[in-house]
């Protein structure tokens, strides 16, 4: 049996306008400049612990406990204006692993969808995994600058890297590697299966059903096209018997806690 935790880590403050690229007068309205709080949202931000019988794997991190005392030295002046985040007590990913009788040593893997700040951001809390691993265009497009990279994050981690497309894991088709690009360049899926059935950890390729369903691109992506058809594919996935869910890290709707499969 395969077990899917899904962490709730705190959440973030948004705009309304972003989620969905809801429309405004205001074009930077997704942004949340010059907007009132009346238009801002609270979305979660999530992790999944997977117990597989080959391995303990954690998809995410979510926030470290720094954004507790100094939460503008943390997230930085444009992620902290834009989409501030909190992470309340016992909702730190280490704070869970705790809860379900886990160490960050006891991890095989660490899989980042992808390296902003909401998703990255615990690393220094499970660098004693045995892997931490990130895809190559995801780990060459933070090298550079960008406001929404924080490379103080992975500072001294041995961050490890996959190739550009479908991985698998462990050789037998129940841990899949799924290239989702549009939000960021190596934006990256996990498809989650035993015999049969099959669950999709999605990550920030949408925020919602509404994205996948209608192939609604948020207000900000790095590659509009890339980033809508990474919603076709997940289209497809949703199309099939076979396939239980799509998960998000940041949607609303609520959520089992733990999916067997």
């Known amino acids: 049996m395969i077990k899917i935790h899904i962490l709730n880590c705190g959440n973030t403050r948004v705009d309304e306008a972003l989620p969905l690229a809801y429309k405004s007068k205001n074009p930077l309205a997704f942004t ?16 999944y612990l997977i117990e597989h019988p080959k391995g303990l794997i954690l998809i995410d991190t979510g ?11 943390y997230e930085g002046f444009a992620n902290y204006f834009a989409s501030p985040g909190k992470l309340p007590q016992g909702q730190a990913v280490t704070e869970h692993l705790a809860r379900l009788g886990y160490k960050p040593s006891d991890l095989d893997y660490v899989i980042l969808t992808h390296l902003d700040i909401d998703h990255a951001g615990g690393l220094q809390l499970v660098k004693d995994a045995k892997h931490l691993l990130t895809s190559e265009a995801e780990k060459l497009a933070a090298a550079k600058f960008n406001p929404r990279y924080h490379k103080s994050l992975w500072k001294g981690i041995k961050l490890e890297t996959f190739p550009n497309k479908e991985v698998d894991l462990f050789q037998d088709g129940t841990i899949t590697l799924i290239p989702l690009p549009g939000h960021s360049a190596g934006m990256t899926g996990v498809k989650v299966k035993n015999s049969q059935d099959y669950v999709i950890i999605a990550g920030d390729s949408g925020y919602c059903r509404q994205s996948w369903e209608q192939l609604k691109l948020p207000g900000i992506v790095w590659n509009k096209a890339q980033a809508r058809q990474s919603l076709k594919k997940l289209n497809e996935y949703a199309k099939d018997p076979h396939c239980k869910e799509i998960l998000m890290t940041h949607d609303w ?8 499969l």
């Open 32 to 47: 949340g400049i010059f907007r009132a709080k009346k238009h801002q949202i609270i979305v979660p931000v999530r992790s």
């Open 63 to 73: 926030w470290d406990i720094m954004i507790r005392t100094k939460p503008l030295k």
């Open 253 to 260: 709707e609520k959520q089992s806690e733990v999916i067997e």
